[in-house]
């Protein structure tokens, strides 16, 4: 099983609609999760970090669920310049960051 | 912007060749990371830095080294390129508040290595 897993995509859907990624984990002792952003051909960007209390930055909301070890991305009222690949990210306790393959969006006109 | 500057940007040359990237920094970050990502997989640690000569493998490691004689410089080597090398390939920076390093990572433009 991999370290970290994601909703296998790609997703593809209309501007305006609400689109929710998930990711797993499987190292209990993560500490840290985020999201990246990465666009074709370009290197990936911090989206946001995910805190306990579930966090809130726009139109995108992070979930955290620490007993069932899992992480969510809500993107609402979706835009074209959405498109990307979503990375999860997570970073065990006393080790180096795992990321996930991604998870591919395409928002469409 | 977290000043990292990757060279060359783009790659390609025939299997048996040594190879050596460069990923710059311009922040003093003592942290310093080299990635590789391929379709189907998420991103992989070759090798990182914990500063001045200090560096450690990562998952992928096998085929790679690394040095770095400079705060700002990470180099990674492929001694006898490979085409299961042909990849591409991130450098990242983690900032660091005090001597603890903070849980956020900063990428390169990366460079695109094809191996013939």
């Known amino acids: 099983r991999k370290e970290v897993e994601q909703d296998p995509g790609p997703f593809n859907v209309p501007e305006g609609a609400t689109v929710a990624f998930n990711c797993t984990y499987s190292?209990?002792?993560?500490?840290?999760f985020f999201w990246y952003r990465q666009d074709c051909r370009k290197e990936p960007k911090l989206l946001m970090s995910?805190?306990?209390s579930g966090n809130e930055d726009g139109r995108f909301t992070a979930q955290l669920n620490r007993a069932s070890q899992y992480i969510s991305l809500l993107i609402r009222d979706s835009k074209l310049s959405d498109s990307a690949t979503y990375l999860c990210v997570v970073l065990p306790y006393g080790q180096n960051f795992v990321f996930g393959p991604g998870t591919r969006l395409s928002v469409l006109p | 912007d977290a000043g990292i500057t990757q060279s060359p940007r783009h790659k390609v040359t025939e299997t048996g060749t040594p190879v050596t990237l460069r990923c710059h920094q311009t922040?003093?970050?003592?942290?310093m990371y080299w990635y590789r990502q391929d379709p189907g997989h998420g991103l992989r640690l070759i090798h990182y830095s914990y500063g001045v000569k200090d560096t450690d493998k990562g998952e992928v490691s096998d085929g790679y080294s690394v040095s770095r004689s400079k705060t700002e410089d990470f180099l990674l080597t492929l001694e006898s390129a490979t085409s299961s090398q042909t990849s591409v390939y991130f450098c990242?920076?983690?900032?660091?508040?005090?001597?603890?390093?903070?849980?956020?990572?900063?990428f390169g433009p990366g460079t695109r290595l094809t191996v013939l």
């Open positions: 922040e003093n970050h003592r942290y």
């Open positions: 190292n209990s002792a993560s500490q840290s």
């Open positions: 990242a920076i983690s900032v660091v508040a005090g001597n603890r390093r903070v849980d956020e990572q900063f």
């Open positions: 995910v805190y306990s």
